[in-house]
């Protein structure tokens, strides 16, 4: 991370640094630094959940996403998938700031919606017919769960629309009207989920929604296992969001 930043000091290059996740917090001094200077190193983070697995909870990172949001200059991108990690790739190569690429380890879905989407932080990757009963939103291979969520919910006459959220950072950045637009302000049923601290989401989900995340440490065992033990599942969701809604 040192190194980095005296290369983008010097000029001429785009250096990046690279990581599993759950190690950044030896290299978060430096983008610190990075941060202060206006570098525009790329981190690239890797490994980004509890779905690393049977390594166990030494190296699942937990409250490192928040960490690093909570850090100021530093755009954080979660992509959930191809198109959202290029619009990520393209803002740390020309933004002119530092940007983290948190990237998961499991294999995800290709998601059928413009890849500049994505350059807005968060969007509306999936609408319902009318206007919601409920905002779902996730990042990274969590948005998989509540795109599942919304069709169940579908089911029982709920409409539920999906927010798909890669970088909290630009989201905030884009004007009120699409802000708006996205994440209607009279809209209080909300239900914001993450494989990871649930603090940054309450922003977002406010008094009257819900966060399901992480705030404990994780265990030794096969991805799957651990994602249904600690609720990151459709099923979860459509829970959830029923009991925002009150029903």
């Known amino acids: 991370g040192a190194i980095a930043n005296g290369l983008a000091l010097h000029g001429g290059v785009k250096p990046f640094v690279a990581t599993f996740f759950v190690f950044s917090d030896y290299v978060k001094p430096m983008a610190r630094l990075s941060a202060l200077m206006g570098m525009p190193?790329?981190?690239?983070?890797?490994?980004?959940?509890?779905?690393?697995?049977?390594?166990?909870?030494?190296?699942?990172?937990?409250?490192?996403?928040?960490?690093?949001?909570?850090?100021?200059?530093?755009?954080?991108?979660?992509?959930?998938?191809?198109?959202?990690?290029?619009?990520?790739?393209?803002?740390?190569?020309?933004?002119?700031?530092?940007?983290?690429?948190?990237?998961?380890?499991?294999?995800?879905?290709?998601?059928?919606?413009?890849?500049?989407?994505?350059?807005?932080?968060?969007?509306?990757?999936?609408?319902?017919?009318?206007?919601?009963?409920?905002?779902?939103?996730?990042?990274?291979?969590?948005?998989?769960?509540?795109?599942?969520?919304?069709?169940?919910?579908?089911?029982?006459?709920?409409?539920?629309?999906?927010?798909?959220?890669?970088?909290?950072?630009?989201?905030?950045?884009?004007?009120?009207?699409?802000r708006e637009s996205v994440m209607p302000n009279a809209i209080r049923a909300r239900v914001a989920m993450e494989a990871g601290a649930t603090m940054p989401w309450y922003r977002f989900t406010g008094l009257d929604g819900a966060v399901i995340g992480l705030d404990h440490y994780g265990a030794s065992a096969p991805a799957a296992i651990l994602f249904k033990e600690y609720g990151f599942t459709v099923e979860n969701v459509v829970a959830t969001a029923k009991r925002v809604l009150g029903k």
């Open 41 to 178: 190193l790329t981190y690239v983070l890797t490994h980004d959940s509890i779905g690393v697995g049977e390594d166990g909870p030494t190296h699942q990172p937990i409250e490192h996403i928040a960490s690093f949001r909570a850090m100021p200059g530093v755009s954080v991108f979660r992509p959930a998938d191809g198109k959202e990690t290029t619009a990520a790739w393209l803002t740390a190569i020309t933004s002119g700031l530092p940007t983290c690429l948190v990237l998961t380890r499991q294999s995800l879905p290709q998601y059928n919606h413009c890849g500049r989407c994505g350059f807005k932080g968060g969007y509306i990757l999936s609408d319902c017919d009318r206007a919601p009963d409920v905002l779902l939103m996730a990042s990274g291979s969590e948005v998989e769960q509540v795109l599942g969520a919304q069709a169940e919910l579908a089911k029982d006459g709920i409409a539920a629309r999906v927010i798909s959220m890669p970088c909290m950072e630009t989201f905030l950045k884009q004007d009120d009207e699409y």
